[in-house]
């Protein structure tokens, strides 16, 4: 996998003793990343929610990584978060509305020098959990790649992609991204990381509410390209509002190329609805709309749609939070 990540100051450096990738969460991006460290020899260990998970996983003996044709097990340590081994590097993978419980729970384990990777969809939950840990370093991730769980403990991997990483306070690169150039995952340090997000988010606004609306794959929102087009015009308007410009730059064009890019496959929003799952609908269209109206920017199409989306998770008996 081709990977471009950018040079840092420690690129070079000999070979560091690897401190330990505890991954929280044991969903399809959690489990993406856990199995490729593991491949690349690293030590990680999974955080699973409690003691009846503990022991479906190890009944399973281990996470399995489906790439085409080819599937792996790999039989990754696992405890729960009431585990006292003190934590320095920590990936944050569960879902958003997860996040600060779930970081919650673990922050006594917390080492004073400990960095956390927080890769949720969306914004608002990466900035909870920052402000739950103020003392601990948290680094922005924003994904591209695709994964979807197969069953218990298997992962399927649906599509290359590539992880941007930022620090909001705008430190310095770790030493730590030249594993994860080992470990195949294809990434790049971000120096404004809020606007990769910012993007991502308009993004996902912009096609994963209509793929559940319209029940279809991303390639049937071709046939509502005017509907797209007009969201893409009011996003585009409140990303510069909130005084991101850069993350507005033919966001059109790039909705439309991510669509026929992935036209066969459902967005995760999709696949958290047809799974009877709670969606990210707060942290992604409704952070948009909050964003608007905390501004008072005028997004009728946002509302609309947000409306829209919640009305049909509660005939669908789904939380719309």
């Known amino acids: 996998m081709r990977n471009s990540a950018l040079s840092h100051p ?80 920590l990936l944050v993978a569960c879902k958003a509305y997860d996040a600060q419980q779930a970081v919650a729970q673990i922050a ?48 399927v991997f649906a599509g290359l992609g590539h992880t941007w990483l930022g620090d909001a306070d ?35 606004c912009a096609i994963n509410p209509l793929t559940v609306l319209y029940d279809c794959r991303n390639g049937g929102l071709q046939a509502h390209s005017a509907e797209v087009n007009t969201l893409c015009t009011e996003l585009s308007a409140l990303l510069k509002c909130c005084g991101q410009a850069g993350a507005a730059v033919d966001l059109a064009t790039e909705v439309h190329r991510v669509i026929q890019a992935t036209a066969n496959n459902y967005s995760s929003m999709h696949q958290d609805v047809a799974h009877g799952r709670r969606t990210e609908i707060s942290y992604l269209l409704g952070y948009a709309c909050e964003a608007a109206r905390s501004r ?8 609309r749609l947000h409306q829209r989306l919640t009305e049909h998770l509660l005939r669908r008996g789904l939380p719309c939070n």
């Not at 792996?72 to 009431?82: C, G, H, L, M, R």
Request: net charge positive; hydrophobic share 40%.
């Open 170 to 204: 705008q430190g310095p690169p770790p030493h730590w991204l030249g594993e994860l150039q080992r470990s195949g995952i294809a990434h790049e340090w971000s120096p404004n990381i809020l606007s990769r997000l910012w993007r991502k988010l308009a993004l996902n």
């Open 296 to 303: 008072h920017f005028v997004a009728p199409h946002l509302q």
């Open 108 to 155: 006594g384990r917390l080492s004073p020098d400990a960095e956390l990777i927080l890769l949720q969809n969306g914004l608002g939950s990466q900035q909870a959990v920052a402000a739950l840990v103020p003392h601990i370093r948290c680094i922005f991730a924003s994904s591209t790649e695709g994964a979807f769980r197969a069953g218990d403990w298997r992962v």
């Open 10 to 89: 420690h690129s070079n450096a000999p070979a560091l003793t690897s401190a330990t990738w505890y991954v929280l969460g044991a969903g399809s991006m959690g489990m993406l990343w856990a199995t490729r460290l593991a491949r690349a020899g690293l030590p990680v260990k999974l955080i699973v929610r409690n003691c009846d998970r503990l022991q479906a996983y190890k009944a399973a003996q281990g996470l399995t990584l489906i790439e085409g044709e080819d599937s792996q097990k790999w039989d990754i340590s696992a405890q729960t978060p009431e585990t006292e081994e003190p934590i320095q590097r």
